[in-house]
């Protein structure tokens, strides 16, 4: 038997094996979670953000005027998302639309992946890919909740499948496609198909193309995918431009202290932990659906630890990429290079770009899972010649035992899981009229999830504040500065600015916040929430009564009805 065609106690049994492991290990557990998101019981925190503007009742869009829902559908959503999504929601829940495709383009990335693997390493080693992919949190928290960045994973694994086998269309249709529905994979797959195509002949994957035929490609999918990107920037959203460094004493919101800017941790540290993100399937702390997890080896490890550990395989991906060299294994450099070139240049124009250590997240695991099947096998391969069957075996088994330390059950956490009291909550707001305006504390579930499953509009959420443009951070200001002198300090005059200038109907008191601790918020809020003495003022006088009567109590919870101003 040559070396081309090894027998099945070598790398075949070795990639099966861990494949069936990892599912083993973690499909009762990801299918908990699957369930628990179909069942609604688990909703991903983006989806608080781009599902409600598309939320209907009798035929009509519930947020139509809601100038937060306007804000995620015009100036965030792609237009190729916005026109899917407005389809879909004119024929159905948009809430059940969302989870069917969040399934159908995790579907999508495992096919791609399945078939990059067996390019690498047969039909064993895309099991093994899919295997190791779809039982990590970081794929489903990528796909789950059909928000723009949902359709990352599958485009990406679209663009690398392309770039690994040398057709170029599947790159130029990511970049379209990407441009379409998640820019950053537009971008991502655009710029990999201008470096693929000025290669040099033998470092390319698929058949050889001519000069002509190439810039051909590249012009075509340019001039494409900037007409779309062009009409998709011109849209009038009215929230004025992104918010630059040089304005952040203007806008804190946006600088070091405020809302986003702790993105990422330095280029080593992302680009470790990612890596390790691909084998690590904990997640935060929590619940869904019922679901219990328990933690291992990784999640055990400190991020230094977690960083040592990732650039180890690193290291050893390369040492084997530059010991074996093929032309298929170019596909997966060109990416990881793209990738790292769009990190630094996004962390040099944040936040004008993307939010850098996406391009990892989304990036490294798919190249990691796949490099690890490459170099499994070649591993088995070399060592077929030297070591009989029971040597073989042992590898294995030796192997997997480093699997087993290294690996655990995952502890799938979606942004939130709700309590009967908090549904209870929602299931009343439902009843009220439509021109009902929640306020509370933003940085409260229960508020985060009011528009998605309360079907109401509300005076501003942890979720929707997103100060990274003008015209949205002076929106959200005055709302949260309103908000914490009536809310906090219990101010009357507030409290009527509430009524008068944003149109609050209710206020959801939620005991639970405050319970022996002060409100906290990012900058430059938090310098207002330090001049108030007593933060539980507010809420007393609400309790009292003060400012309207309770119409809604469960557990821990009040909804106070404003009372009309005289």
Same mark, same amino acid.
């Given at each position: 038997?040559?070396?081309?065609?090894?027998?099945? %106690?070598?790398?075949?049994?070795?990639?099966?094996?861990?494949?069936?492991?990892?599912?083993?290990?973690?499909?009762?557990?990801?299918?908990?979670?699957?369930?628990?998101?179909?069942?609604?019981?688990?909703?991903?925190?983006?989806?608080?953000?781009?599902?409600?503007?598309?939320?209907?009742?009798?035929?009509?869009?519930?947020?139509?005027?809601?100038?937060?829902?306007?804000?995620?559908?015009?100036?965030?959503?792609?237009?190729?998302?916005?026109?899917?999504?407005?389809?879909?929601?004119?024929?159905?829940?948009?809430?059940?639309?969302?989870?069917?495709?969040?399934?159908?383009?995790?579907?999508?990335?495992?096919?791609?992946?399945?078939?990059?693997?067996?390019?690498?390493?047969?039909?064993?080693?895309?099991?093994?890919?899919?295997?190791?992919?779809?039982?990590?949190?970081?794929?489903?928290?990528?796909?789950?909740?059909?928000?723009?960045?949902?359709?990352?994973?599958?485009?990406?694994?679209?663009?690398?499948?392309?770039?690994?086998?040398?057709?170029?269309?599947?790159?130029?249709?990511?970049?379209?496609?990407?441009?379409?529905?998640?820019?950053?994979?537009?971008?991502?797959?655009?710029?990999?198909?201008?470096?693929?195509?000025?290669?040099?002949?033998?470092?390319?994957?698929?058949?050889?193309?001519?000069?002509?035929?190439?810039?051909?490609?590249?012009?075509?999918?340019?001039?494409?995918?900037?007409?779309?990107?062009?009409?998709?920037?011109?849209?009038?959203?009215?929230?004025?431009?992104?918010?630059?460094?040089?304005?952040?004493?203007?806008?804190?919101?946006?600088?070091?202290?405020?809302?986003?800017?702790?993105?990422?941790?330095? %280029?080593?540290?992302?680009?470790?932990?990612?890596?390790?993100?691909?084998?690590?399937?904990?997640?935060?702390?929590?619940?869904?659906?019922?679901?219990?997890?328990?933690?291992?080896?990784?999640?055990?490890?400190?991020?230094?630890?977690?960083?040592?550990?990732?650039?180890?395989?690193?290291?050893?991906?390369?040492?084997?990429?530059?010991?074996?060299?093929?032309?298929?294994?170019?596909?997966?450099?060109?990416?990881?290079?793209?990738?790292?070139?769009?990190?630094?240049?996004?962390?040099?124009?944040?936040?004008?770009?993307?939010?850098?250590?996406?391009?990892?997240?989304?990036?490294?695991?798919?190249?990691?899972?796949?490099?690890?099947?490459?170099?499994?096998?070649?591993?088995?391969?070399?060592?077929?010649?030297?070591?009989?069957?029971?040597?073989?075996?042992?590898?294995?088994?030796?192997?997997?035992?480093?699997? %087993?330390?290294?690996?655990?059950?995952?502890?799938?956490?979606?942004?939130?899981?709700?309590?009967?009291?908090?549904?209870?909550?929602?299931?009343?707001?439902?009843?009220?009229?439509?021109?009902?305006?929640?306020?509370?504390?933003?940085?409260?579930?229960?508020?985060?999830?009011?528009?998605?499953?309360?079907?109401?509009?509300?005076?501003?959420?942890?979720?929707?504040?997103?100060?990274?443009?003008?015209?949205?951070?002076?929106?959200?200001?005055?709302?949260m500065q309103t908000l914490i002198e009536a809310l906090v300090a219990g101010d009357p005059e507030a409290m009527q600015r509430l009524q008068q200038d944003f149109g609050v109907t209710?206020?959801?008191?939620?005991?639970?916040?405050?319970d022996g601790r002060d409100f906290d918020y990012f900058a430059p809020f938090d310098r207002d929430l330090e001049a108030i003495a007593d933060h539980s003022a507010g809420y007393d006088l609400l309790r009292s009564g003060a400012f309207g009567p309770a119409v809604f109590e469960a557990g821990d919870m009040v909804l106070i009805e404003l009372a009309p101003?005289?």
């Amino acid at each position: 038997m040559g070396p081309n065609r090894p027998n099945w %106690l070598s790398w075949g049994a070795f990639l099966l094996a861990f494949a069936l492991f990892m599912l083993a290990m973690n499909g009762p557990d990801l299918l908990a979670y699957m369930i628990g998101y179909a069942k609604g019981l688990a909703i991903p925190g983006d989806s608080f953000m781009y599902i409600p503007p598309y939320l209907t009742q009798g035929g009509e869009l519930i947020f139509a005027n809601d100038p937060l829902a306007a804000f995620f559908r015009f100036a965030h959503a792609p237009q190729g998302y916005d026109l899917l999504f407005q389809f879909l929601a004119s024929h159905m829940d948009i809430r059940q639309a969302a989870v069917a495709i969040s399934f159908l383009i995790y579907g999508v990335t495992g096919f791609f992946i399945y078939r990059s693997g067996q390019v690498l390493a047969g039909w064993p080693g895309g099991l093994c890919a899919v295997a190791i992919l779809l039982s990590s949190v970081a794929m489903f928290s990528f796909t789950a909740g059909s928000f723009p960045r949902s359709f990352g994973p599958p485009l990406a694994a679209m663009a690398l499948y392309g770039l690994i086998t040398g057709r170029l269309i599947y790159v130029a249709a990511a970049s379209i496609l990407g441009v379409l529905f998640y820019y950053m994979v537009g971008v991502m797959s655009g710029l990999a198909l201008l470096i693929w195509c000025f290669l040099p002949a033998g470092w390319r994957a698929g058949p050889a193309r001519s000069w002509g035929r190439r810039i051909a490609i590249l012009a075509l999918t340019g001039a494409v995918s900037l007409g779309i990107l062009g009409l998709s920037l011109n849209r009038d959203h009215g929230f004025g431009p992104s918010i630059t460094d040089q304005q952040h004493e203007i806008y804190p919101e946006a600088g070091p202290e405020g809302r986003y800017w702790a993105q990422w941790h330095g %280029l080593p540290q992302d680009l470790a932990l990612a890596i390790t993100t691909t084998f690590d399937h904990s997640a935060r702390q929590g619940q869904a659906g019922g679901l219990k997890g328990q933690y291992f080896a990784l999640d055990r490890l400190a991020d230094a630890h977690k960083m040592h550990l990732g650039f180890a395989l690193l290291g050893l991906f390369v040492l084997a990429m530059i010991l074996v060299r093929r032309r298929e294994l170019s596909g997966i450099v060109v990416f990881m290079l793209t990738a790292g070139l769009l990190y630094l240049a996004s962390i040099a124009l944040f936040p004008l770009m993307f939010f850098p250590k996406r391009f990892f997240q989304l990036t490294v695991p798919l190249t990691t899972a796949l490099l690890f099947v490459w170099a499994g096998r070649e591993v088995i391969l070399q060592l077929r010649p030297r070591l009989s069957q029971l040597g073989q075996a042992a590898v294995l088994l030796f192997a997997l035992a480093l699997i %087993l330390i290294a690996t655990g059950r995952p502890q799938w956490s979606p942004a939130a899981t709700y309590r009967p009291a908090e549904r209870e909550v929602f299931a009343f707001v439902r009843s009220l009229p439509p021109q009902a305006v929640i306020a509370g504390w933003p940085d409260d579930k229960v508020m985060d999830g009011m528009p998605y499953l309360g079907e109401h509009s509300v005076l501003l959420n942890f979720e929707t504040h997103l100060p990274l443009r003008e015209g949205f951070a002076d929106l959200t200001r005055a709302r949260m500065q309103t908000l914490i002198e009536a809310l906090v300090a219990g101010d009357p005059e507030a409290m009527q600015r509430l009524q008068q200038d944003f149109g609050v109907t209710h206020i959801l008191v939620n005991d639970s916040l405050i319970d022996g601790r002060d409100f906290d918020y990012f900058a430059p809020f938090d310098r207002d929430l330090e001049a108030i003495a007593d933060h539980s003022a507010g809420y007393d006088l609400l309790r009292s009564g003060a400012f309207g009567p309770a119409v809604f109590e469960a557990g821990d919870m009040v909804l106070i009805e404003l009372a009309p101003q005289g």
